[in-house]
């Protein structure tokens, strides 16, 4: 988990454009993304605050590497949530409905899709990338089954058992 990839990327903005707003530069920004450098908590909250936020310490369970694997694959739904939104959400919406249709003692967890997926893309967007057991718990009943393609799961997941390896960041 990156939390300055995080921010930028709720705040949809460019390396440049926080940097700016949080009064560093853009290099400095790169560094924390990287890994080449960790911001302090200090910074981490000057960051937030310059972006209309607020940080916040929060501690929970670590992410299971099943959690991790399934956080790798609704990070790549994002991103094509981001390039493809219409597509993407009337998939998600169908499968919604037959998910809902077949599991009738699923309602209260599959509202709280139907009302993210009524919602704006942020929302979906940050439950999609959201680490925290409320995401995680969402994530484990997805209406994004089919998103990807077969060679685009193939990908996230060769990526993923690279970064597990430690062979990619």
């Given at each position: 988990?990156?939390?300055?990839?995080?921010?930028?990327?709720?705040?949809?903005?460019?390396?440049?454009?926080?940097?700016?707003?949080?009064?560093?530069?853009?290099?400095?920004?790169?560094?924390?993304?990287?890994?080449?450098?960790?911001?302090n908590?200090r910074?981490?909250?000057?960051?937030?605050?310059?972006?209309?936020?607020?940080?916040?310490?929060?501690?929970?369970?670590?992410?299971?590497?099943?959690?991790r694997?399934?956080?790798?694959?609704?990070?790549?739904i994002?991103?094509?949530?981001?390039?493809?939104?219409?597509?993407?959400?009337?998939?998600?919406?169908?499968?919604l409905?037959?998910?809902?249709?077949?599991?009738?003692?699923?309602?209260?967890?599959?509202?709280r899709?139907?009302?993210?997926?009524?919602?704006?893309l942020s929302?979906?967007?940050?439950?999609?990338r959201?680490?925290?057991?409320?995401?995680?718990?969402?994530?484990?009943?997805?209406?994004?089954?089919?998103?990807?393609?077969?060679?685009?799961?193939?990908?996230?997941?060769?990526?993923?058992?690279?970064?597990?390896?430690?062979?990619?960041?």
């Open positions: 988990m990156n939390v300055v990839k995080d921010l930028r990327d709720r705040c949809a903005l460019t390396q440049r454009e926080l940097a700016e707003k949080a009064r560093t530069s853009q290099p400095t920004i790169a560094a924390y993304e990287s890994g080449a450098k960790s911001p908590l910074t981490l909250e000057r960051m937030a605050r310059a972006v209309g936020l607020e940080a916040a310490v929060e501690f929970v369970p670590p992410l299971t590497r099943e959690d694997r399934s956080l790798a694959l609704h990070r790549a994002a991103e094509k949530l981001q390039t493809q939104p219409q597509p993407t959400l009337e998939r998600a919406r169908r499968n409905e037959r998910m809902a249709s077949n599991n009738p003692g699923a309602t209260e967890i599959l509202a899709w139907r009302g993210l997926l009524a919602g704006p929302q979906i967007l940050e439950v999609l959201d680490p925290r057991p409320s995401a995680r718990e969402l994530r484990h009943v997805t209406p994004f089954a089919g998103v990807l393609s077969a060679p685009e799961r193939a990908e996230v997941y060769r990526r993923f058992a690279a970064a597990e390896r430690g062979e990619e960041r």
